[in-house]
Each structure stands twice: as structure tokens, then as C-alpha cells.
């Protein structure tokens, strides 16, 4: 296929913008037309990959990094995804087989802790991998982590002893056995084989059970035959809670891991930037029982054990686990079982989640409905008709349809008639309660009057309720009409005797509080929209709560109580990256008050509710250079060199980064570490082809340490590889001068014979330099 530079590089760039906006599906559809450009390239493909993890689509991104692992065999990073999403897809054998080539290749580039982290992957993947096992002992011994070493040598004798290699499996326990001579455990080993007895099996690491949870949730999924669901609401909402659940298992082994992995003292200060929002709450002496019992849910449900899965549920929660996910899956399970007061409760908790909303208002309806409350089964039923009636409507339509939807529930909490309730029920749980509910409510509003001629909107419900609200609809139409006149006063007085008639139809007050806010008089209008929020807040209404929380925000910038009611609602409802940004705001209002304490520990929960939505990473990367900044402000350097390692592990090509982590080190007299970070740099550079962005960042950096001898060696090398001998000898032209200054006799002779080795013009003037050096030694 024909490659056009700049159209492929448009469609990229257009496709970074909108992953950098959060919009997905716009990103993967740039990132697709840049690969009809160029179908082999590896960022595209890569990119891809990325924003179909963000729609959920991981058979499409495992697709993507598949094709990347070809094209680029050398990168590590393609398989390392592979393993993951065919961990999380539950294709146990695949991932650890990609684990494993992944770990291979960072070993290759010198990135040990990468490495680590895939062998171990596969180990938790496949307890008797002995290539895994055996790697993991050698680098452990070449480390000095005697303890660790020890431990892979007799897993790696263990799966030897499995396979029918005896001889080698008694290596391997020798060598644990050299390492601590007085290992107890190594000692019982060789006890058992000496007998000829078997040894332990390989423990499966902290964790291991997850993806064949993960696994067994995919086999409840029902295929589905065209984009229209395949699932009623309540299942449908019931697969996204067991999914979430499944997804919760990774994400407590990975902290639970990484917290036993870090010293004791460095976890506190650590746990606060890296814990999950949905497991915040648990202590971390909790999280095994914790696990154990999340693991037995899934477990318990696929096999329709609903009372075993819903007491195991409520202990994972009782240990902390908050989520919406929870509630209403455990909502639904007391369903299942009759247990309907305790159903009710976990689903009035779960409703305000727009992912369970819909699920959780029909649940809701059933239970009242069983439960002989006719007047609050046919309210639940309303309001889930609202639901889905706006999930159908056309996106401009939609504020004034639920303004609509308001007037009706307004009216039908004054409704008395029990037949009418209980025929408003029969009717939306015919509707709603069947996997074509979509086209059941699109046929209904095609009977709508003034559907074909574009005739006045009108919600669905009126074809199911009767609404004794035309006083005040016409009310509303004329208080338009006076506003639009500039009639302000007279208008308000209408509003006034319109509320005389439902004083707690919420849209007459926000058209009040609009009134006000053309009068300019800003602080009525601030308290009236405050009090708009808290009701729709209180009804479970969050979406309208936060319309009004915002516009509270609009009006009043600077109030902190404000800002940070909106974040929570926006947490509530989730819809975590529009309360990121708030966090952002919150952060920048604390920033210019000077107040960089409190501005940096918001940007760390902004951090936080990214981890536990799993937004781009670039997004996480740039919260994190906020927080260090403000380090680097505040004279914090230690806190802020780990924040800049976190950035470093998310986004190895951030260059602002690794030269800040090089420069804190050197600051704080580290420079093993400094040169480290350095030398794992210039191999990913290297490793990925950038040399010349690899060439830029050495010159920059000698710029800044013209005096410190390695990193211009380094230079030196980079030169040489780049195919530029004349300027690699001028490097090595001043680093022999300065060592020979400093005293460095046997240091100036090596940088005489790298400017030999590369022939230089005046090389007869190097030599007879070379021999009277060697002279004067």
C-alpha cells in the first residue's frame, strides 16, 4: 500500500488529539485511517491498540499488538501488552508465552525490572514454568536477593522433578543450597529428592486466581448478533457489574503485590499515590480476605449460587471494597434470592451510577412491586423509562426531554389512582424487560403524534401515564415567551404562581434561577442553583445534580465547597475524566493562592480517580508532572525524583522526565543512579530507533555537566554509533585533557586509544602523546 507521509502523520496527529480529549472512538478511527496509509506501522498500530483498550475492545487491541510484535520483533512493549490483554481475556497459555519472549527482549535491552515484572507474570500465569522460574533465580543471584533467589531455584527443582528431570532438579536445589548454606527450606528439599519423594508444587504467586475469574465471566457473555444489545437492561447492567468485579482482581494482586514488594517504610508515603479508589477504604492487612472473597463471587454466580456469591459479596464489601459494581450486584443477587429490603438498599446505592442506572430502576421497580408498594414500583418504573427514552432520543433533544420527564414525575407523585399505577408498571416492564427494548421504545415514539411532521416534543411516558399538568406547561410556555421579551419581572411573578401548583417541579425553579442570572443578580441565583442540585441530588437525579453543580461553578469559581460538591457527584455518577478536570480546576485555584500543599494533594486524588478509571496514559503522565513540579517548588527533591520514576515507568520516551531524574540524581550526589537512568535511556532510545532524538538529549545534557567525564563518554560512544567519528573524537579530545588536568594518567591513555581506534587525521600526533604517557607511567 502506498505510504504518504503527510497524510499518514495528519491522521495520526488528529488521532493523539482526540485520545488526548478522552474521545475514543474518534482517536481509533484516525488511527485506522492512518493505517490504510500505512499498514505495517508499528506507532499506528500501537496507538490503536491503545484507544480500543479504552473502548473495551480487547480482541481488537490484542489484533493491533499482534501485527506490532511482527512488524517491530525487537520491542518488547507489543508482547508485554499481548500477555496482558490475553491474561485479562483469559487465554492463560498465550500470555505467558508472550511474557515470556517480552521479558527476554527487556533483558536484552538492560531493563531488569521489566524483565522481572513478566517472568513474574508468568509464574502467577503458569506456577511450573521452569524457563520463567530458572531466570527469575539467575538474575535474583547476580542482584544479591539471596531470600528471592532461593525461592526460584526450588520452584524451578520442583517443576524439574514434574517434568522427569531429576538430575537438574538437584542442581537447582544445590545452588539454592551454595547461596545460604543454611537454608532450612532448601535443606528439606533435598531431604524429599534424596528419598525420592515430590516435591511442593510451585506456589501460584499473591493473585493468580484473577484472570481465570476473568475468564470464567467471559464464558457468561451472550454473542452478539448486530451493535443493538443482546441483553434486557437488568442483564445487561448484571455482565458490566461481573465484569467490573473480575476487573477488581487485578487491579487489588497488582497493589496488593507492588505494596509487599516496597520496603516498609517507603509503603505509606507510596500507598496513597498508587491505591485504587475502589479498594481505598480496605486496610491492606484486609486485601487477601478480600480477594479471597471476590474471587469466590465470581466463582459462586457463574455457577447460580446467588446465596453463597451475595454472602461472600457483602464481606468483600464489609472489608472495604466501595463500588458501584458492587451495590448493585449485590442488589441483584438478593433479588435472586427474595431477600428484597437488603436488595433495595444495595440498589438505591448503585442507581447513581450511570452504568447501573437503568438495570437498578427496573430491579427496584420488581422488588416494590413484590413487595405490594404499587405507588414506589410504578415512581421506579417511570423514572427507568426516562432512562431509556433519553438514551434513544436524538442528543439535542435531550435537556429539554428530561425537562419534560420532570413535569410527569412531578405530577405522578401526586397520583393516587392504583390502577393506573399498576397499569403504568405492566406497561414499562413490558417494554423495558426484553433484549429489544431499544426497538420496542422506537416503534412507540414513532406512534407518538407529531412524529413524521416534526410536531412538538412530547416524552414517551405520555402514552403510558396521564398528566394532569397542562396549567403548568402552559405556564412554562409563557414565562419562554416574557423572558424572550425581556419581561423579566413579570415573568418571575408567573414562575411564582406556577410554583403555587407544584412547588417542587425542579424546572420551573431552574428557569427562576436563569431569571435571575439575566438580572445579574448573581448570588440569588448561585443559592437557587445550589438548592436545585441538592434536590435532584437527593432524588437520585445526579446527572441534573451536576448540571446545576456546574452552573453554581460558572457563577462562582472561586468557592472551593462548591467545586469539590461537583467532583464528588461526578465521581458518584462516573464520570471520573470530566471530575479529573475539576480536580485540575480545584488544583489551579490552590496553585494561585500559593496554597501548594493542598493544590498538589488534589492533583494526587486527581491522579488517583485516573488510576481507577484507567484513562490515557498520557493523561496520568501529566498529573504526575503537576505533582512533581510542585516537589521541585516546594525543595521536596526525593518525593519528587519518585514521582519523575513513575513517569518514567508509564512513559519511557518522556524526555522531561529522564532528564529531571539524571539531574535530581546528580543533585543529590547519586550519580550510580544517575548514570543508571542514563544507560536505560539511551537503550530505549537506541532500542527504538530514535537516534537522533538519542543524539539531541547527549548534547543537551554534556551542555549542562560539561565536567562530569561519564555522561561525556557516553556522548562519546553515541558519536561513534551515529557514524560521526570526527565529533566522537572531539568528545574524547576533552575528556582526555580533563582527566590529564585531574591527575587520571591510566583514564587519558583509554581516551588516547578510543581517538586511535577511530583514525583521526593527526594520528601520528595521538601516537607519539599515547607513548610518552605510557613513558611517564
Known amino acids: 500500500m502506498a505510504n504518504r507521509p503527510d497524510a499518514f502523520q495528519r491522521a495520526m496527529n488528529q488521532g493523539h488529539s482526540e485520545a488526548w480529549d478522552q474521545n475514543w472512538d474518534r482517536a481509533a478511527a484516525f488511527y485506522r485511517k492512518a493505517l490504510e496509509l500505512s499498514d505495517d506501522n508499528p506507532q499506528a498500530l500501537t496507538s490503536l491498540g491503545l484507544a480500543l483498550i479504552e473502548l473495551q475492545d480487547f480482541e481488537g487491541a490484542l489484533r493491533c499488538y499482534q501485527k506490532a510484535a511482527k512488524v517491530t520483533p525487537e520491542d518488547p512493549l507489543p508482547l508485554e501488552k499481548i500477555a496482558q490483554l490475553c491474561e485479562r481475556l483469559g487465554s492463560l497459555d498465550l500470555a505467558a508465552q508472550a511474557a515470556l519472549r517480552a521479558a527476554e527482549l527487556y533483558l536484552k535491552n538492560k531493563d531488569v525490572p521489566k524483565a522481572i515484572e513478566n517472568w513474574e507474570r508468568v509464574t502467577r500465569l503458569d506456577p511450573e514454568n521452569v524457563q520463567a522460574h530458572s531466570r527469575l533465580a539467575m538474575v535474583y543471584e547476580k542482584m544479591g536477593e539471596s531470600s528471592k533467589a532461593i525461592v526460584e531455584y526450588l520452584a524451578s527443582a520442583s517443576a524439574l522433578q514434574a517434568g522427569g528431570s531429576m538430575e537438574k532438579a538437584r542442581l537447582a536445589i544445590e545452588q539454592a543450597l551454595r547461596i545460604n548454606p543454611n537454608s532450612q527450606e532448601a535443606e528439606y528439599y533435598l531431604s524429599l529428592i534424596n528419598d525420592f519423594k515430590p516435591l511442593p508444587k510451585p506456589a501460584r504467586p499473591r493473585g493468580g486466581t484473577a484472570p481465570l475469574r476473568m475468564s470464567q465471566v467471559r464464558q457468561l457473555q451472550a454473542p452478539r448478533v448486530s451493535d443493538q444489545p443482546a441483553l434486557d437492561p437488568v442483564s445487561q447492567a448484571c455482565q458490566k457489574a461481573l465484569t467490573m468485579l473480575a476487573g477488581m482482581l487485578f487491579e487489588i494482586e497488582e497493589e496488593t503485590n507492588e505494596a509487599s514488594a516496597r520496603p516498609a517504610a517507603e509503603r505509606k508515603g507510596f500507598q496513597a499515590l498508587v491505591s485504587s479508589v475502589s479498594v481505598a477504604l480496605a486496610k491492606p492487612q484486609d486485601r487477601p480476605r478480600m480477594l479471597l472473597h471476590l474471587s469466590q463471587v465470581v466463582d459462586l454466580q457463574a455457577r447460580g449460587e446467588y446465596g453463597q456469591a451475595a454472602d461472600e459479596l457483602q464481606r468483600a464489601q464489609e472489608l472495604g471494597l466501595d463500588h458501584s459494581a458492587v451495590s448493585f450486584d449485590l442488589g441483584y443477587l438478593y433479588a435472586q434470592i427474595g431477600r428484597f429490603d437488603s436488595a433495595i438498599r444495595s440498589l438505591q446505592n448503585a442507581v447513581k451510577n450511570a452504568d447501573f442506572a437503568l438495570g437498578s430502576r427496573i430491579l427496584l421497580g420488581d422488588m416494590f412491586r413484590k413487595k405490594g408498594q404499587i405507588r414506589d414500583a410504578s415512581f421506579e418504573y417511570l423514572q427507568a423509562l426516562k432512562l431509556a427514552d433519553l438514551q434513544i432520543a436524538p442528543i439535542d433533544q435531550v435537556d429539554a426531554l428530561s425537562q419534560l420527564y420532570e413535569l410527569l414525575l412531578e405530577s405522578h407523585r401526586k397520583q393516587k389512582d392504583a390502577q393506573a399505577q399498576e397499569r403504568l408498571c405492566d406497561n414499562v416492564h413490558e417494554m423495558l424487560a426484553r433484549a429489544d427494548w431499544h426497538e420496542q421504545i422506537k416503534r412507540a415514539r414513532q406512534q407518538l403524534p407529531g412524529f413524521v411532521e416534526g410536531g412538538p416534543l412530547i416524552p414517551l411516558a405520555e402514552v403510558m401515564t396521564e398528566s394532569r399538568s397542562g396549567q403548568v406547561i402552559e405556564s412554562v410556555s409563557r414565562i419562554y415567551e416574557m423572558m424572550e421579551a425581556g419581561l423579566y419581572h413579570s415573568a418571575m411573578e408567573e414562575a411564582y404562581f406556577a410554583l403555587e401548583q407544584t412547588p417542587t417541579y425542579l424546572p420551573l425553579h431552574s428557569l427562576m434561577g436563569d431569571m435571575l442570572v439575566k438580572k445579574a443578580d448573581y448570588e440569588s441565583a448561585v443559592a ?58 480545584l488544583a489551579d485555584v490552590y496553585y494561585s493562592m500559593a496554597d501548594l500543599g493542598n493544590a498538589r494533594n488534589t492533583f494526587l486524588e486527581a491522579y488517583k480517580a485516573a488510576q481507577q478509571a484507567n484513562v490515557d496514559r498520557y493523561l496520568k503522565v501529566k498529573l504526575l508532572h503537576r505533582i512533581a513540579d510542585i516537589d521541585m517548588q516546594s525543595l521536596d527533591w526525593r518525593q519528587g525524583l519518585r514521582i519523575l520514576e513513575q513517569i518514567r515507568t508509564l512513559q519511557p520516551e518522556d524526555e522531561e522526565a529522564r532528564l529531571q531524574i539524571i539531574q535530581l540524581s546528580f543533585r543529590l550526589g547519586q550519580e550510580p543512579q544517575a548514570l543508571a537512568e542514563l544507560d536505560n535511556y539511551l537503550a530505549y532510545l537506541a532500542g527504538s530507533g530514535k537516534n537522533k532524538k538519542l543524539l539531541g538529549f547527549m548534547e543537551n545534557l554534556v551542555s549542562e555537566y560539561p565536567q562530569s567525564i561519564p555522561v561525556r563518554r557516553r556522548f562519546a560512544d553515541a558519536l561513534v554509533s551515529a557514524g560521526m567519528p570526527g565529533e566522537a573524537i572531539g568528545q574524547l579530545d576533552e575528556i582526555g585533557e580533563a582527566l590529564l588536568q585531574s591527575g587520571d594518567r591510566a583514564g587519558a591513555i583509554q581516551a588516547i586509544e578510543k581517538i586511535i581506534a577511530l583514525s583521526p587525521p593527526n594520528q601520528d600526533e595521538y601516537l607519539t602523546l599515547l607513548a610518552q604517557l605510557r613513558q611517564k607511567t
Open 528 to 585: 437557587k442553583y445550589r438548592v436545585i442540585s441538592r434536590a435532584y441530588g437527593s432524588r437520585g437525579e445526579t446527572q441534573q445534580a451536576i448540571q446545576y453543580s456546574r452552573k453554581v461553578v460558572e457563577l462562582a469559581p472561586a468557592d472551593l465547597s462548591a467545586r469539590n460538591k461537583l467532583i464528588e457527584q461526578l465521581i458518584a455518577f462516573g464520570q471520573v475524566e470530566n471530575a479529573i478536570d475539576e480536580y485540575v480546576h
